[in-house]
């Protein structure tokens, strides 16, 4: 409401700016080892340099050497 009755943004009546930049993430698409890996360096050469990504099976980082 203060806002709109003085015109000014919220950021601005808390003080103003803190910071000059936010670090953006992505969140990784794929399914599988292999599709993350990839999904993450066209994130990186994109310049990202955080990502995010949902829980998944711990059996796409296992090695297909293990025994």
């Given at each position: ?48 340099t ?18």
């Amino acid at each position: 409401m203060k806002g709109k009755h003085y015109g000014a943004p919220v950021w601005d009546l808390l003080g103003g700016r803190v910071r000059e930049k936010v670090r953006a993430m992505v969140l990784l698409e794929g399914s599988g080892r292999d599709a993350l890996v990839a999904s993450a360096q066209r994130a990186k050469a994109e310049g990202f340099t955080a990502i995010k990504l949902t829980p998944f099976p711990s059996e796409w980082w296992r090695s297909d050497t293990r025994t």
